[in-house]
């Protein structure tokens, strides 16, 4: 935790060049998860070859260490800062699916540009109460510190564990529930295969569950990277109830509208993540015998 606190002390400039040593570290030196990131790539993209597959993975590790950096420099930073280096597109389309913030929202989005500083920019520009669902880490130090980010401007980070009592607990107050679900659901958890980039995919269904259960509107975002420590957010409609319960069209319009953003800006989704790591058709085989 020590190395955190004085790495997010380190003004922008030098915050960088530490960056670009982290990343020769981590693809040259450590080779880290260098084999998945590839593999990622080569699945999501087959038309591109052997160099264009290491283009594409070299500048996913420049910007998985400049994200990391700027993480951990969120600490110290104010609102002020977030305004500067966060700008919303269309803060009017969050207005208008919550009735002028009378019904809370569901925001989904995914693991590109930077998901944590999108959270902060949401809150200071719009000054709105976020509370974004999580998956604790394994690594608590890191769980710890990724916490205390979340809620340093009055977020209340929720674990999926008690997500949903507490989003049905409160559902009269105005929130935006902010749900990243674009990692892979373990076996024991609920999921829905659908084809996502390339791949059969096991998807989260819990954000489609709560809408169904709630009546909230479903919102996409979208986070680019414009410029180094810039990055601009777009708001999309993915749906507004009432919602069909027998179907996964809230579901399927996300995964959807999340290839899209990723097929937009490549190189900063979190190809590090073993994204597509069950398969489907072992598991219906041990599902039959």
């Not at 507490?166 to 529930?177: A, G, P, S, T, W």
């Not at 993915?238 to 027998?246: F, G, I, N, S, T």
Request: with cysteine; aromatic share 12%.
């Amino acid at each position: 935790m020590i190395l955190y606190r004085l790495l997010s002390w380190l003004p922008f400039p030098v915050l960088y060049a530490t960056a670009q040593i982290a990343y020769l570290l981590l693809y040259y030196v450590a080779g880290y998860r260098k084999a998945v990131v590839r593999e990622n790539l080569g699945k999501a993209f087959p038309e591109k070859n052997e160099k264009e597959i290491t283009v594409l993975a070299k500048k996913f590790y420049l910007q998985l260490a400049q994200v990391a950096l700027e993480i951990v420099k969120a600490r110290r930073m104010n609102k002020a800062d977030f305004r500067q280096r966060v700008k919303i597109v269309n803060p009017e389309l969050m207005q208008r699916c919550s009735n002028d913030y009378q019904d809370s929202v569901i925001l989904l989005t995914i693991h590109q540009g930077n998901w944590e500083w999108m959270l902060h920019g949401v809150t200071c520009a719009m000054n709105i109460p976020i509370d974004p669902v999580y998956k604790p880490l394994h690594n608590k130090t890191v769980d710890r510190l990724i916490f205390d980010i979340r809620s340093q401007f009055g977020s209340r980070p929720l674990s999926m564990a008690r997500a949903t009592r507490d989003i049905l607990r409160r559902r009269r107050e105005f929130r935006v529930f902010v749900m990243v679900a674009d990692q892979s659901p373990v076996r024991r958890e609920r999921s829905y295969w659908t084809e996502f980039m390339n791949q059969q995919a096991a998807v989260y269904t819990g954000a489609e569950t709560i809408a169904k259960m709630t009546q909230f509107p479903v919102l996409f975002a979208q986070c680019r990277r414009r410029s180094r420590g810039h990055y601009e957010l777009e708001f999309h409609e993915l749906a507004r109830p009432p919602y069909d319960k027998d179907s996964h069209a809230i579901t399927d319009s996300y995964v959807r509208m999340a290839e899209q953003a990723i097929r937009s800006e490549p190189q900063s989704w979190l190809w590090s993540n073993r994204r597509w790591k069950r398969d489907l058709a072992q598991e219906s085989k041990k599902h039959v015998t």
